[in-house]
């Protein structure tokens, strides 16, 4: 499974087809991160200023309060602190801990792929050299990100969510040649399977729905802010509109996610704290962006002419 490089540029080349689909979401009623997504930092970009809103909205909601945006808060690396979380809920399993009660680390690593000597055939990998040192890094997206320094083999990234960590890996399978196996990391790693309770289903669905209202709200106050200026206004859009597509690919995969939504509502909180982010600090370009849509709307005039 792979996953978009970055919550930030999160399918901002999409056709003009999802951006049409994405402006039609635009009222409160429909409208619909990127985590910014998933994980490399964000390229330095032209930023649109971050204005006050223009109207008062609803307490309680991102971008609410009256004067400049106030960011919320990124999941604590707390959260995950001496848990076993796993991948897809039944996967990979890792654990974190604190070095001195101070910088995070990875504790322990179980990574399950395929053989490379007999493909299709499951392989476990307990990684030793316990424990991993992570190196903080800029997420751009509001999150707290760590980038794994002293597993060669396997390098890559992490997004901390509430319980949970978002990983990516540039979208490559790892080959650890000396266990004969092929994992990917990449992907939610968080609740086990085994841990979910039915009871807690409804309870779980319920809060997600809350999470969307929040994104579509937040995400209108973004796209009004920005209204007048066309090249921020379609970035904003069309990295609406790959949220969805994007968390449906990254989510299909999890255990009773029909059941209980969980990695969804993860990622929908994810993006709510990207949609923050954007709103109290101004939305950042991918470098090139502009000059990218400026190429595709000159080929679609050329086009046009003939």
Same mark, same amino acid.
């Given at each position: 499974m792979?996953?978009?490089p970055?919550?930030?540029? %999160? !399918?901002?080349a ?12 635009? =009222?409160?009623?429909?409208?619909q ?5 998933? $994980?490399?930092?964000?390229? &330095? #970009? ?14 309680? &909601? *991102?971008?609410?309060?009256r004067?400049?945006? $106030? ?8 959260t995950? *602190?001496?848990k076993?979380?796993? %991948? ?7 654990e974190?801990?604190?070095?001195g #009660?101070?910088?995070l680390?990875?504790?322990? %690593?179980?990574?399950? #792929?395929?053989r490379? !000597?007999?493909?299709g055939e499951?392989?476990? +990998?307990?990684? =030793? ?9 800029d997420? @751009?997206a @509001?999150?707290?990100?760590?980038? $794994? ?13 509430d @319980? ?15 266990? /004969?196996?092929?994992? /990917? ?7 086990? &399977? ?8 409804? &309870?779980?669905?319920?809060?997600r ?14 796209? /009004?802010?920005? !209204?007048?200026?066309?090249? +921020?206004?379609g ?6 509109? @790959?949220?969805? !597509?994007?968390r ?10 029909? /059941?209980f ?11 709510? *704290? ?12 991918p ?6 849509v400026a ?7 050329a086009?046009?002419?003939?």
């Amino acid at each position: 499974m792979s996953i978009a490089p970055s919550w930030t540029i %999160l !399918s901002w080349a999409a056709g003009a087809a999802a951006f049409f689909c994405a402006a039609a979401a635009v =009222s409160p009623v429909s409208a619909q991160l990127a985590l910014p997504g998933a $994980v490399e930092p964000t390229p &330095e #970009g032209s930023v649109a200023s971050p204005a006050r809103p223009k109207k008062k909205l609803s307490s309680g &909601e *991102i971008g609410s309060a009256r004067g400049p945006v $106030v960011m919320p808060k990124a999941p604590s690396e707390d959260t995950i *602190i001496g848990k076993t979380l796993k %991948l897809d809920g039944n996967g990979s399993a890792i654990e974190f801990s604190r070095a001195g #009660g101070a910088d995070l680390q990875i504790a322990k %690593l179980t990574l399950s #792929g395929d053989r490379l !000597s007999r493909s299709g055939e499951e392989c476990r +990998v307990e990684v =030793s050299g316990m424990p991993l040192k992570l190196t903080p890094r800029d997420s @751009g997206a @509001g999150l707290r990100r760590y980038q $794994v320094a002293s597993f060669p083999a396997c390098p890559f990234t992490l997004d901390v969510l509430d @319980g949970a960590v978002l990983v990516t890996n540039d979208g490559k399978a790892c080959e650890i040649k000396e266990a /004969d196996c092929r994992a /990917d990391p990449s992907g939610l790693w968080g609740t086990p &399977e085994s841990d979910f309770d039915p009871k807690k289903a409804e &309870e779980m669905l319920g809060s997600r729905a809350a999470v969307e209202k929040t994104v579509r709200s937040d995400f209108k106050a973004l796209y /009004d802010r920005n !209204s007048k200026d066309k090249l +921020v206004r379609g970035f904003v859009v069309k990295e609406q509109a @790959g949220f969805s !597509s994007w968390r449906e690919e990254v989510c299909r995969s999890y255990a009773k996610e029909s /059941d209980f939504g969980y990695c969804a509502l993860r990622l929908t909180e994810a993006r709510v *704290i990207a949609l923050g982010a954007q709103l109290a600090g101004g939305v950042k370009l991918p470098e090139g962006y502009a000059e990218t849509v400026a190429a595709e709307e000159s080929a679609g005039k050329a086009k046009g002419k003939k």
